[in-house]
């Protein structure tokens, strides 16, 4: 075993599906050579990198990543690791002399994986690397050279095995960027709606599209610009549209529940702006995705986003009308009216719109949401000029989940013809209606299944003689009131 060759991947164990995607996609952003001995769902992989330069350079990017270490031992049993440990120390003595001087402070921790470790059992563990040649004196907060120990007792905690399937131990050389996701949580950001982004999945995004410094990355369904955030933090200069005019501007219904109505400062800038982003900020626009705007030789970057599915926010468009009516007046405002934008053709819109405007080698990340009962990979969509990199899900409720789906651009599309979109049957389904529905009963049959039990509770409380307010009537009622009060004070 060779010293700085191999390193030790501890990632976090949540959000594992995306964690092969993001590992790929990373080593190509940074052009990284490597062999890896790697299993999907295990904590612990096995890498070799060129050198530690290389490794910190992945570190610098991972949000999947806990920390990485340089490799010195790992074995299946104690006996193993101890004799392999054993041999790195005699083998590399030379290069490890001068982490083991009366100057050199350190610390050793020991971590396990589904056990846990009184902390006698930690002293035990430590104690049994005796046979280390530490000169140094013991420091906790700031040491100069950190060790970690670690345990893997695999995966189901109802199943713990008698025996550490894997125990490794290595140099602690850098953590992920996993202080990311408290940095840009949601929980303290100036400007959320209903379908913000989770930071850590917008993150993953980011990665996944290669996000780099100087690259232009446009969302083109942008809301509350969640996405737009994650590209700017990896040095993206970012882009955003939206059809809907009351988001973009601030004046939708809160989604805080403390919150009655929205501050007069909120805006996708101010989130920019609140995590020193703002000159990463390019605009965003309200638009129509139906009917792009875009010039043909624009060109991005990445196209990352989070197209609606009809639940909580709806699919809309602007809808065409063969007998326009002409506007006499220019000074009144005019609202056009919308329509229903299927899932199916959005999709179908912004796999044409990702081959005409993207850089060759650009990438295309977005969701696709879907019933399970109804997946196979052919509902895919597909277009000639794009190649499916990775395809990754997340388990919603119930029989839903969605799909996060990275494509990368091989071959410039100059014609914007339909034909070259392959959409699978299964994706002209309604899938709000398919989201509502259980197995067996229908949204319309639970609604007055539902109807049927209020009304047998109220009849219920009537016997009892319980006085029986309409909430409704109470709610107009206080709200008039309110105004009146609002009117009187003006």
């Not at 290595?170 to 379908?195: D, M, P, V, Y």
Request: glycine share 4%; net charge neutral; charged share 25%.
């Amino acid at each position: 075993m060779s010293l700085s060759k191999k390193y030790i991947l501890w990632f976090a164990q949540e959000h594992v599906e995306f964690r092969q995607a993001e590992f790929n996609s990373l080593m190509k952003l940074f052009n990284i050579q490597h062999i890896d001995y790697i299993n999907d769902n295990k904590p612990f992989w096995v890498i070799e990198f060129p050198d530690d330069a290389v490794a910190l350079q992945y570190a610098s990017r991972s949000i999947a990543l806990r920390a990485i270490l340089k490799l010195w031992s790992h074995g299946k049993n104690y006996e193993t690791f101890h004799k392999n440990l054993n041999h790195f120390i005699e083998q590399n003595q030379a290069h490890l002399s001068s982490l083991f001087t009366k100057e050199t402070s350190f610390k050793i921790t020991v971590e396990t994986y589904n056990k846990h470790l009184s902390q006698k059992e930690k002293i035990e563990r430590i104690e049994s690397l005796d046979y280390l040649p530490l000169k140094g004196c013991v420091d906790l907060q700031l040491p100069n050279v950190e060790w970690w120990y670690a345990e893997f007792w695999g995966l189901d905690p109802t199943n713990v095995p008698d025996k550490p399937e894997d125990i490794f131990f290595g140099q602690w050389l850098a953590n992920g960027q996993r202080h990311l996701i408290k940095e840009i949580s949601l929980k303290n950001r100036k400007f959320i709606g209903n379908t913000s982004m989770d930071a850590q999945l917008s993150l993953l995004m980011a990665n996944q599209a290669l996000v780099k410094p100087g690259d232009l990355v446009f969302d083109p369904f942008v809301g509350t610009g969640s996405l737009l955030v994650s590209a700017a933090k990896f040095g993206g200069y970012v882009l955003g549209a939206d059809i809907d005019f009351m988001m973009l501007h601030a004046r939708a219904r809160p989604s805080r529940i403390t919150q009655r109505v929205r501050d007069k400062d909120e805006s996708v800038r101010a989130n920019l702006e609140q995590y020193n982003c703002s000159d990463r900020y390019l605009d965003v626009v309200i638009a129509d995705f139906s009917n792009t705007l875009w010039r043909n030789d624009l060109k991005f970057d990445s196209i990352i986003t989070d197209p609606p599915y009809g639940i909580r926010e709806a699919t809309e468009k602007i809808e065409t009308k063969h007998n326009k009516t002409e506007i006499k007046n220019s000074a009144n405002l005019h609202y056009p009216s919308t329509s229903r934008y299927a899932l199916h053709h959005l999709y179908q819109d912004l796999l044409m719109f990702a081959s005409m405007h993207l850089k060759l080698g650009g990438r295309l990340v977005f969701w696709l949401p879907f019933c399970r009962n109804d997946y196979t990979d052919d509902i895919i969509p597909q277009h000639v000029s794009l190649t499916l990199i990775s395809n990754s899900e997340q388990i919603l409720m119930g029989r839903t989940s969605r799909r996060l789906l990275t494509y990368e651009k091989h071959v410039e599309s100059n014609h914007f013809v339909y034909d070259k979109v392959i959409l699978h049957p299964t994706l002209t389904l309604d899938f709000r209606e398919r989201y509502f529905e259980s197995d067996d009963v229908s949204r319309s049959e639970k609604r007055m299944h539902r109807a049927k039990q209020r009304e047998k509770g109220r009849l219920e409380a009537l016997k009892r003689g319980k006085v029986i307010t309409d909430g409704r009537s109470f709610k107009c009622t206080m709200n008039r009131q309110r105004f009146k009060e609002i009117e009187e004070n003006n």
